[in-house]
């Protein structure tokens, strides 16, 4: 059988270059399942997408023009695909590397007959920094990154003031970015850092906390449904481009 890997519409994923500098991800060990096989065969020639460093043409890429929306690091797509749906008239660009989690988004796409959802199995900075110009985006979903709990791990949090300019710039002026996280203490950083970013502005009830009630667009995770049964909160930051 055809490694699904290679099934792309231009060159197989093994010749893209991969340069390991600051990644928005860590990579994680899995295994596809038989159903995750096949949609790469089946969906992967038409929703994939090849990492390639420069201009992004977002039309040719969806064959229509529409708001674009950017999503970094969507684990096994069910947020994703549930958020398409409800949104049909928005583009998706989705990043992701780990391969299991883009298969099961790719079978989703299939099953639910998914047409604005485009996906890159690759590092979203470097995206942002070869592909995507400034003022190009009409959002940006980062739903659940990791925490990184440990003190002394925190610098490697992807909310960093230096992403956050990087974000700020490549959302066109109304553009939004919309985080979520069900840590607590990364909430507040999270707020802490996109309000010190001049660029952007909270949408948040002044006054307020400074999150927003969970958008009718984002569906509970399974997992998340089940933390709140156990008591555990999530928080929802919205902000705008100024």
């Keep these: 059988m055809t490694d699904p890997r290679h099934a792309q519409p231009r060159a197989p994923l093994s010749e893209v270059p991969y340069v390991r500098q600051v990644k928005s991800y860590v990579l994680r060990a899995g295994r596809m399942g038989p159903g995750q096989a096949r949609a790469y065969e089946e969906h992967g020639p038409r929703f994939l997408l090849n990492y390639v460093p420069g201009p992004f043409d977002a039309t040719a890429a969806f064959g229509r023009s529409a708001p674009l929306i950017m999503e970094i690091g969507f684990g096994m797509g069910g947020a994703t695909a549930h958020i398409a749906g409800v949104r049909p008239g928005d583009n998706f660009l989705c990043c992701e590397v780990h391969e299991p989690g883009v298969g099961a988004l790719l079978k989703l796409v299939g099953e639910q007959g998914l047409e604005n959802i485009r996906i890159l199995r690759h590092d979203a900075v470097e995206v942002l920094d070869h592909m995507l110009g400034e003022n190009s985006l009409d959002g940006v979903h980062i739903f659940f990154p990791d925490p990184w709990h440990k ?92």
């Design 151 to 242: 003190s002394r791990h925190h610098k490697r949090r992807l909310i960093q003031p230096a992403f956050a300019s990087q974000l700020a710039r490549h959302l066109k002026p109304g553009g939004y970015l919309h985080l979520a996280t069900d840590w607590e203490p990364y909430a507040h950083q999270m707020l802490e850092v996109l309000s010190a970013e001049p660029l952007l502005q909270n949408t948040a009830e002044p006054g307020g906390n400074g999150f927003v009630p969970q958008p009718a667009y984002r569906p509970l995770t399974k997992f998340e449904n089940r933390g709140l049964k156990l008591g555990h909160g999530v928080w929802d930051l919205v902000f705008r481009r100024a």
